[in-house]
């Protein structure tokens, strides 16, 4: 019996396919679920301990002026905050346009360059800057010197701006004999700058720390194929520290501000700004032991109206990498890892609880001992120098029920093998 | 306090421990399914030529008969259905179950190294289920729960045959049984900000001994028949280092029966017994082991004519007890055969096809269907 010769091609191709077609494996019977496949992980087993010993506020930065912003506010008797900005060396000589270099003998269209975050801008009404002249021999970093300096002899310029001409770059016009002056005299020309006005006033500008440096511009010549000359901040002191001196190329300087947090209250933000650094003591079985798979700080928010209780901050926390050996709480807060990018929300002027997920920290105390890094997280503010708001908490001084406590949420591992 | 938490999570792994492991079908309960042993062709006739087949690997003597120096390879993709009350899933599972080489040294004496899948345990699930992971009023979030296990318990065996004239064919075998399962499992949360999702993986390694007999003796040119037996040693489990668990291997017995009498066509019977029981001790979680019997019956015989080649068409059923139960009861499973053999390359090489529809149940509601694909490719360098 003899078929036609198109009839094996036809099944040689049909087999060729489907031996092609059951290469890729597909095995998931998830469909049968849970008839033929039943939970193998268990529940999960949620336990709260009293795991909090030692929690406490520390300041956020390295000092004066290490703030990535600049806060220029005038809110009646709750915040009001000034600016400085330091231009400790000017030029003295000039190039015009296909000249040489010539000293400088005039200064016109003097400016400050500010950066501002337009967002963060409070007040609708015209807010007036003034700029003062700031210099002194006093100590660098005391602030109540640098206040007794906004006085009418010091006064350099002052501009008006309504609202619509708070843009994000920011021309601030001031004095160009002022300018001119500090150059002839090669002086040190450090600005302090206010806000008054008819209304609350409050802006951020972005500071040499952002890598926004605020500049003062000014041509040397009237002549505008002359390119205007732009100054950098710079701060000569204090001599023997350049990092201080860095961060004081430009710094606020805070007038008045809501009272602090009571000492046992634990505060995030705020102007100086400040974090929360917590740490935990937690049972090795847990870590070791079980698989956690959900973490949470649970913490009881104190209500605080003192500045726009219901504005939003973002509370953000983060895993100290600091070991043992770190043991003062306000440097092992500076040297902090990410949990995660998620943030939580909290407006200063509520109460009740709020929790933090610190799940992420688990994976990483889970391959290091705790003699070598402490179960340490650190909560600080996302905007922490650019925002004065503050949150409060309760801290572990309280009664029981209002301490922070840590819940916590693990699986067993699972004896995977036999079947 | 301590002491208390170490004792819930302490707990919690014992009752862990004691629970099944998710399998998602009927015939892959316990270690596995059997795949049988057997070669495209002899699936072809429901396993009923099987002990006569020198490329299948139930008997040693077998080989005898291969003619000359032979090498087969096999690929034998299923194609499963698995009907519950809470769902249907189609998987597929590509398997490589079979690959011998057999070489005749002189006129009697005939060496066999081969390899097969004893019991595949290739499988993957998920299911997902609420829990509640932090607050007991608020915090209700499903969780995937997904388990990949990944290999076989392979046979591997060294036979050697005897046979002066094809009346009376006699081997001897000796099995190194050998093979792992990659175990992955996690637990899978939505929200990664809040939550850590888990993974763990495993790995079990399994080694164990055994030895085979098997005699075939054609008294006349119409009948023949076959016994063997395979004597199963000690099979262990470990896990890196660990021993994690020891069974016996199952003792194997088979009868089989051919009937030549008719021109051209080829008619067998096999019964097999197996005493998987003796595998109930290596399971964590109590899963029962059943002895069983595995019957076929099947026919081969020369078809049709194909580019001037005769083809032989083949057809069998079978019905066996798998090894695994579910729920205590036994899984059983029917199958229906047909196949084909293509000789290729004047006679040095030929193709071999077979197709099987399984049909599995363990006295439920639960319904598993099964399309095998069987190609075996023989070639005689």
Known sequence: MKLSSLLPRLLATAALFVSISSCTEKLDS?????????????????????????DTTVPALAGLGAEPSLLLAARGDTLETRVVIRFDSLPTTFTPAGDTARPISSVDSAYLQLRVDTLSIKGANPVTIEAYDVDT???????????????????????????????????????????????????????????????????????????????????????????????????KTPVEDAIVASHLTDYTVIVKAPPPAPPGVLAVGGWPPRRVYIRFDIPASIIDSATVVRATLLLNQIPNDALDPTDTVQLLPQVVLAGRVVTDPTKAAQIVGAISIDTLKLKPGDAGSANVELAGAFSLWRSQKPDTLPRAVTLRSVSEGNSPLELRFFSSEDIAALRPRLRISYTSRVPLGLP | MRQSHLAVIVL???????????????????????????????????????????????????????????????????????????GTARTTTARFPLVAGVLPMGQTWTLGL????????????????EQIVGDTATDTVLVTERNRILGAINDVRLALAWSRTPVFRIGVGAHVFTGSNRILFQQLFPDSAKFLSTSQTGRISYAGFAGSLGIEYHPSRAIGFALSGRKGGDLRAQSGDTAIGSARLPDHYSASVVFEGITGVSISA???????????????????????????????AGGPRILQRIITVRAGARFRTLPFGLNGQKVSETSFAAGLGLPLTRERAALDFGLQRASRSAGSDIKERGFILSFGLRVSP
């Open chain 2, 114 to 129: 081969s390899s097969s899948t004893f019991l595949d345990r290739s499988h993957e699930t998920s299911l997902s289920r």
């Open chain 2, 270 to 300: 096999r019964a097999a017994h197996d005493a998987w029981s003796s595998l109930s001790s290596l399971s964590s979680s109590g899963i029962q082991a059943f002895d069983g019997w595995d019957t076929g019956i099947g026919l081969e």
């Open chain 2, 12 to 86: 919690s792994t014992v009752v862990l421990a004691a629970r099944g492991q998710a399998q998602g079908a009927l015939s892959l309960q316990g270690l596995g399914y059997p795949t049988g042993q057997l070669s495209a062709r002899a699936e072809g006739t429901g396993g009923g030529a099987a002990d006569f087949d020198a490329l299948s690997l139930v008997t040693p003597a077998s080989i005898a008969g291969v003619g000359s120096a032979a090498l087969f390879f096999q690929y034998s993709p299923e194609f499963r259905r698995v009907t519950t009350a809470s």
């Open chain 1, 30 to 54: 998830s469909g049968t679920c849970p008839v033929l496949c039943p939970p193998i992980g268990g529940d999960v087993q949620n336990l709260t301990l009293d795991a909090v010993v030692l």
């Open chain 1, 137 to 235: 021999t006093a100590n660098d970093t005391s602030t109540a010197a640098i206040v007794t300096l906004f006085r009418p002899d010091r006064f350099i310029s002052s501009q008006t701006f309504v609202r619509a001409d708070l843009k994000d770059t920011l021309k601030y016009y001031i004095s160009n004999s002022a300018v001119l002056d500090k150059i002839r005299n090669n002086a040190r020309f450090r600005i302090g700058l206010r806000a008054t006005g008819p209304g609350s006033s409050q802006l951020r500008i972005n500071s040499a720390e952002a890598g926004l440096t605020p500049a003062l511009v000014f041509r040397a010549t009237p002549d505008t194929a002359t390119k205007p000359l732009t100054v950098s901040p710079r701060s």
